[in-house]
Each structure stands twice: as C-alpha cells, then as structure tokens.
C-alpha cells in the first residue's frame, strides 16, 4: 500500500518518534509499504514520520542493497562535506547541507539482528537525513536563517501543498 509523503508544515514531521519494541507482521508490512511509497516518488531514502508513523524506522536505497534501519543511531562520524540535498517532503527543494562525511551507525534489521554499517558521500549523508527525521529535525533546519529567509515563499508553498517542480522537469531522487 502506498502512503501519501507528509509534507513540510505537517505537525508529525516535527514529532520526536518512539523506539519499535518489536518486529512485528505489521512492521514487516510497514517497511514494504514504505519501499513502495519511496520507489514510487523515486527517492533514496524514507524515514517513518514522513509517512505519518511515529516510529524509529528507516529505509534507504541509493542503489546497492536497500538498507532497513530500525531503532537506529549514529555511532561515530567524520570530516565534513556540503553538498545539495533534498527530501521527499519538501517536492521540489535543495539546498546545500553541510554534514558529516563518513558515519558508523548502528541499526536492527527486519530479522531483529543488531548490526554496523560504515558509509560515506550520499550513503553517509541518506543515513544523517532520515535519522534526523527520526528526531523531528528537518534539513532545512541545517540552513543559515538568512538563506530560510530568502527561500520563506517556496516554503509557504510547500506548506500549501504545492511541489516546486516544473510539470515537464524530471525530479532528481531526494533523500
């Protein structure tokens, strides 16, 4: 089943999520649904709050194999790099995000097995993106306040429910 992706303004987004304290059929079907709903928005990643579930869950897939991150945290991170960055919830946008370049995180898996994944570049920067989801945090909340300032009216119309894409523009995968 395919979920409708909250948007920017959406009250959930901003929510801190709770742990999953179990794996269970309905999470299973959870994380199914969610790969559905990002593949079809062609995205990289989904964290659970995006689709309405406050739940520490998230999902990436930047091309290799599709990483579940249940009950995630980072471990260790760094260097530091900016690049452009987008999501799911706000149609349209990037902007450039400066994060950490290499992060060890630490997650469960659909099995309920602990484990570590080492990542860097886009893989690093997906997994920095959706844990922020998970704590309420957005990316634009990692932009000066002047450059939110010059950007205020497309983040009025995302909150409106508009997309900043062009009919005709092919959308780029946002995080």
């Known amino acids: 089943m395919k979920y409708r992706v909250l948007h920017f303004g959406e009250e959930p987004l ?45 999902i990436i897939d930047i091309g290799d194999d599709p990483l579940i991150l249940i009950n995630p945290r980072i471990i260790k991170s760094s ?8 999501c799911l919830s706000f149609p349209g946008l990037t902007e450039k995000v400066e994060r950490a370049k290499k992060v060890v995180a630490e997650a469960t898996d659909i099995d309920g097995s602990l484990y570590q994944i080492e990542a860097e570049d886009l893989l690093a920067r997906a997994i920095q993106h959706e844990l922020d989801h998970l704590d309420g945090v957005l990316f634009i909340d ?11 009216h497309e983040l009025e119309m995302i909150k409106n429910g ?7 523009e092919e ?3 946002p995080l």
């Not at 508009?162 to 005709?168: A, F, K, M, P, V």
């Open 162 to 168: 508009e997309s900043l894409y062009d009919d005709d």
């Open 79 to 86: 260097g530091k790099e900016t690049c452009d960055e987008g």
């Open 171 to 173: 959308e780029e995968a």
């Open 142 to 152: 990692r932009i000066s306040k002047a450059r939110k300032l010059q950007i205020k």
């Open 14 to 58: 901003r929510a801190a999520s709770e742990p999953v304290t179990e794996i269970t059929d309905d999470i299973r079907r959870l994380v199914d649904d969610m790969f559905e709903t990002m593949n079809e928005a062609k995205g990289v990643g989904l964290a659970a709050p995006q689709v309405g579930v406050n739940l520490r869950l998230a």
